[in-house]
């Protein structure tokens, strides 16, 4: 497998970190990760745990792609408790991959057919105010296929959930508000498919939101899930808002076999919903999606992340499989 490097940042604080290159498709180059995710998850069936503490943590990540040394750090969780990433996109920052992004890729050739995704996010007011235009915080992305099968997107305010096996008539699914300066958990379900077997299910704090059955990818290669903060409109023009910070902490990744309780970080309880949003889809005829992931690269500007690294606490840190 041939990678053309298209640009390296300079070393982090917390270790080297190649943060993009081109292998067919725009995909990301891989830290060196020696050490297994799963050797130190809570459950047999986690793929992926991390929760920023120990060293290194951000080589357990699959690629990193940012523009500027203030794109992506690792800081003291809000709040308290340990250590978080901490996303920060500008409408001014360098193109990385023929837009505007600051994102990692969790996890890519070990996606199943059958998935867990879990994180927490945390919003905070000053720096992540609401507006009209979108951007997606979190992507299941098919490489070479264009926009992406799946999503979850701020939109004024709301958190929603953008899915579909057809670019054109994706459903967009409202999760709720966007909850400021506090800690929200969300965890996705997914039996990956284009057909009339697809799943995806979505908890917000606990609570159950959505249960949609149906296709939810194109009939194509299983998404890679990628995090961050990606505006696609800043690469063209300006919006009501130049700045966006956002943090994420316990990220997990669970296959066959995983359940909710695996997926929630320590302290989160479940409750039973009063109201789930079941729909039932028919795969349609498939069609070229319209492009978010560009296939063209301008190199952004050379310069590192700081870390902000302190001494690791019980939270753990782990690396993939």
């Known amino acids: 497998m041939n990678f053309r490097l298209r640009y390296i940042l300079a070393p982090v604080l917390v270790g080297a970190l190649a943060f993009s290159c081109d292998k067919k498709d725009m995909e990301e180059i891989s830290p060196d990760m020696s050490a297994s995710a799963s050797s130190l998850a809570t459950s047999a069936s986690l793929l992926f745990n991390q929760g920023f503490e120990g060293s290194n943590p951000l080589d357990s990540f699959h690629g990193i792609e940012v523009g500027a040394s203030h794109s992506l750090t690792v800081v003291d969780r809000p709040g308290g408790g340990g250590k978080t990433s901490r996303f920060e996109l500008r409408q001014n920052d360098p193109d990385v991959k023929g837009s505007r992004r600051a994102e990692f890729t969790v996890i890519k050739d070990e996606t199943q057919k059958e998935m867990w995704y879990a994180f927490e996010a945390y919003f905070p007011a000053k ?3 609401d507006e009209d235009n979108d951007e997606v915080i979190n992507q299941w992305y098919q490489s070479g296929m264009g926009t992406p099968s799946a999503a979850l997107r701020t939109k004024g305010g709301r958190l929603q959930l953008r899915v579909g096996n057809n670019a054109d008539t994706r459903e967009k699914i409202d999760l709720g508000p966007v909850v400021k300066d506090q800690w929200q958990s969300v965890v996705v379900h997914m039996v990956h498919s284009y057909g009339s077997d697809g799943l995806t299910e979505v908890w917000v704090n606990g ?13 194509g290669p299983l998404p890679k899930w990628k995090m961050g903060v990606y505006k696609s409109a800043w690469a063209s023009q300006t919006t009501t808002t130049d700045r966006r910070v956002l943090f994420f902490d316990n990220i997990r990744v669970g296959k066959v076999g995983a359940t909710l309780a695996d997926m929630l970080a320590s302290g989160t309880t479940t409750t039973t919903p009063t109201t789930e949003v079941p729909t039932t889809t ?3 005829t498939t ?3 319209t492009t978010e992931e560009p296939t063209t690269t301008t190199p952004p500007a050379t310069e590192a992340p700081n870390s902000n690294k302190k001494a690791p606490n019980n939270k753990g840190q782990n690396k993939k499989g």
């Open 127 to 129: 720096d992540y105010v």
């Open 207 to 219: 609570k159950k939101i959505v249960s949609r059955k149906g296709g939810n990818m194109y009939d």
């Open 282 to 284: 028919t795969p349609p």
């Open 287 to 289: 069609t070229t999606p």
